[in-house]
């Protein structure tokens, strides 16, 4: 019962915000880059999918906002904090909607993660530069496209080895 | 998370990607001038038709060649505009997110007032 205490979540909760965080600074090294503004492989995306999937989609929510933020902060891209909020909540509230229609495998809703990702920040983008942006939109959404299918992978692969994907309050849990 | 990959993924994929497509193939003219603006206001407008250059206030340089618009020598530090290379069709864009720097091909010639 001692996984439902909620020091634990919280403990959870920031073990996983401060691996998403390692992973966008190790994405901000990267020696390449993908030729497009705004698009990135979002590696930090499979730790938010991880959240969606195994915590609930307010935590999913709250995980995505202060992850934009710590990042923004931590790799020194102030003027990008805006930019990555809208498309961060976009995203997460897309794949929360996805998710919930039970249609869609995490390949569907990373998928369209990744492209919600790129429209908020082309909103974000239409707000505060101009909105001559959107003509970027199937640059943008397809580039996404391929990095939400990219970011899927290791998920994937995270999910044959039994237990580690185990929800909050799952069944190996219970067991205690 | 472990459940399998359906078809409905792959319908979702693809008309996401069908939906860019279609955008993408929209077809466009040939603009006739380039509209600079830094945090959203128009700080120049280049003709498309004579040679020219733009210096931004922070560094860099829009430059006008042949009918088709470039950012040079830009500050910032992921150099993504500079990679975006020329345009030159109505509607194409250029973009430096860090800068706040945006150029955008325009139809008209005298769309810009003062």
Redesign the interface.
């Known amino acids: 019962m001692w996984d439902k205490s909620p020091t634990r979540r919280i403990a959870r909760f920031a073990l996983l915000l401060a691996a998403a965080l390692i992973l966008s600074w190790v994405e901000a090294i990267l020696p390449f ?1 993908i ?4 698009v990135k492989l979002g590696f930090a995306n499979i730790v938010l ?2 959240v969606l ?2 915590d609930s989609v307010p935590s999913a929510v709250t995980f995505g906002i202060l992850r934009a933020l710590l990042s923004g902060f931590f790799l020194g ?1 102030l ?2 904090i805006f ?1 990555s909020l809208c498309g961060t909540v976009l995203a997460v509230c897309g794949m929360a909607l ?1 998710k919930k229609c039970r ?6 809703v990373s ?2 993660g990744a ?1 919600l990702h790129g429209v908020g920040q082309l909103c974000a ?1 239409s707000l ?3 909105p ?2 959107w ?5 943008v ?2 580039s996404s ?1 391929a990095c939400g ?1 990219v970011t899927w992978l290791p ?1 994937r692969i995270l ?1 044959r080895y039994e237990g580690i ?1 185990e929800p909050l309050g799952g069944k190996n849990m219970n067991k205690d | 998370m472990n459940q399998k990959v359906r078809i409905w993924d792959f319908l979702l994929i693809a008309a996401l990607v069908a939906a860019c497509a279609c955008a993408w193939l929209i077809p466009r003219e040939t603009g006739a001038s380039a509209t600079v603006s830094v945090d959203g206001e128009i700080v120049a407008v280049l003709p498309l038709s004579q040679e020219g250059e733009f210096l931004l206030p922070m560094g860099g340089r829009v430059v006008v060649r042949d009918g088709k618009v470039s950012l040079c020598d830009a500050v910032c530090e992921d150099k993504l505009c500079e990679n975006m290379g020329e345009i030159s069709e109505e509607g194409q864009t250029i973009l430096c997110l860090p800068l706040r720097v945006s150029v955008v091909i325009s139809g008209e010639v005298d769309a810009y007032v003062g």
């Open positions: 880059q030729p497009v503004p705004g999918l991880y999937y195994t891209r003027s990008g930019f996805l249609c869609f495998s995490s390949l569907g998928v369209a492209v983008a505060l530069l101009t001559a942006v003509s970027m939109l199937p640059l959404g397809i496209a299918v998920l999910g994907l």
